[in-house]
């Protein structure tokens, strides 16, 4: 597709389940970001991909945040055993290799907005 | 951290110009960059600044001064469609990450 693309768009889950998000990003785009946003909160960052290398996971909250990028390309992020507190949009960006000291634009998905009941 | 200071929310008249201000504090600046984020919506890009001075798009105009840490967006002419959160992000290199930091945004509402 032309854009970022996420899946679900929304997602109502219990207390204690896990939830996968996916994320498709723009093709050739070899850097994908993770954000989360709390209502009126600003973007928080979880997890970056660049190419083969290792990933930035500097930002994931807990131990029960996981995310894998197959192939360079479709990424998936899993919460494990959800809290109430996970409740927030959870936003997916590409660009390309923002390594290069230039503009390097992050391009956004639409979101998917979880709930944890 | 990069710190970054943005005021929660304003409000013009349609018509009117409005300054957005963001302040920041980092130790290996790379580049800062402004968006535009309706409700319910993903950010778009709006404009990114690295060398000091004024960038100029259409009614959108960003500018910068890196010595004083200090960025601010000006939208002109405003319209209704122009409400909606602006979000300052900052890219500071100096832990060898090149991930650009947010700001909370500001919320920006415009009234007839």
């Known amino acids: 597709g032309a854009g970022v693309s996420q899946s679900p768009s929304n997602k109502v889950t219990e207390k204690g389940k896990d939830v996968e998000l996916r994320c498709d990003p723009i093709?050739?785009?070899?850097?994908l970001y993770w954000y989360r946003q709390s209502l009126g909160q600003g973007l928080e960052f979880l997890i970056y991909?660049?190419?083969?290398?290792?990933?930035?996971k500097s930002g994931l909250p807990s131990d029960r945040f996981s995310a894998e990028r197959t192939g360079g390309s479709v990424s998936t992020l899993t919460i494990q055993r959800t809290q109430q507190e996970d409740s927030a949009v959870y936003l997916c960006?590409?660009?390309?290799?923002?390594?290069?000291?230039?503009?390097?634009?992050?391009?956004f998905g639409p979101g998917t907005r979880l709930l944890v009941l | 951290g990069q710190n970054i200071d943005q005021p929660t929310e304003m409000t013009a008249t349609e018509g009117a110009i409005v300054q957005i201000n963001c302040t920041y504090q980092?130790?290996?600046?790379?580049?800062l960059f402004w968006y535009q984020q309706h409700a319910g919506e993903a950010p778009t890009f709006l404009s990114y600044?690295?060398?000091?001075g004024l960038e100029e798009k259409g009614r959108f105009s960003s500018f910068l001064s890196r010595s004083k840490g200090y960025s601010y967006l000006l939208l002109k002419e405003l319209q209704m469609k122009d409400s909606a959160s602006y979000l300052c992000?900052?890219?500071?290199?100096?832990?060898?990450?090149?991930?650009?930091?947010f700001g909370r945004g500001t919320s920006l509402i415009v009234h007839p």
């Open positions: 960006a590409s660009s390309l290799p923002p390594d290069r000291g230039g503009q390097e634009t992050q391009y």
């Open positions: 093709s050739g785009h070899t850097a």
């Open positions: 991909f660049q190419g083969n290398s290792a990933p930035d």
């Open positions: 980092t130790s290996g600046f790379n580049g």
């Open positions: 600044n690295v060398l000091d």
């Open positions: 992000a900052v890219r500071d290199v100096s832990g060898g990450s090149y991930i650009p930091t």
